[in-house]
C-alpha cells in the first residue's frame, strides 16, 4: 500500500506526481551548496500512475496485475515482471508499505 508520508496529486491527464521532500543533514547540505530543491517531484508513466491509484492494501499484485492488463491489454506485457519491477523500485525509496 501507499505510504502515508507520500504526498502525490493527479494531473489532468491522470498521470501521477510524487512530492518527495529531501530532509537529513546530507539533504539540506546539498540545498545549501548544491541550490538542490527541498522537494522532488516524481512524474509516473501511464501505467505506475493507473497502478498507484489502485494500491489500497486490499488488492494483490495479482489484481493488479488483472486491473493493468484489462485496461492496457498488450501494452502493458512483460505484466507481472513489470509490475515486480515497480515494486521493487517503490520498496526501495520507500514509497510504499509491505501489508
Do not use: C
Amino acid at each position: 500500500m501507499r505510504t502515508e508520508k507520500i504526498q502525490w496529486s493527479v494531473s489532468e491527464d491522470k498521470m501521477i506526481t510524487l512530492d518527495i521532500e529531501n530532509t537529513g543533514f546530507f539533504n539540506r547540505l546539498a540545498q545549501k551548496i548544491f541550490a538542490r530543491p527541498k522537494v522532488s517531484h516524481i512524474h509516473l508513466d501511464k501505467i505506475g500512475s493507473f497502478v498507484w491509484t489502485l494500491m489500497d492494501g486490499e488488492k494483490d499484485i495479482i489484481v493488479l496485475g488483472g486491473l493493468v492488463k484489462e485496461h492496457f491489454g498488450d501494452e502493458a506485457e512483460p505484466l507481472y515482471e513489470r509490475l515486480a519491477k515497480y515494486f521493487q523500485i517503490l520498496d526501495s525509496y520507500s514509497f510504499i508499505e509491505w501489508k
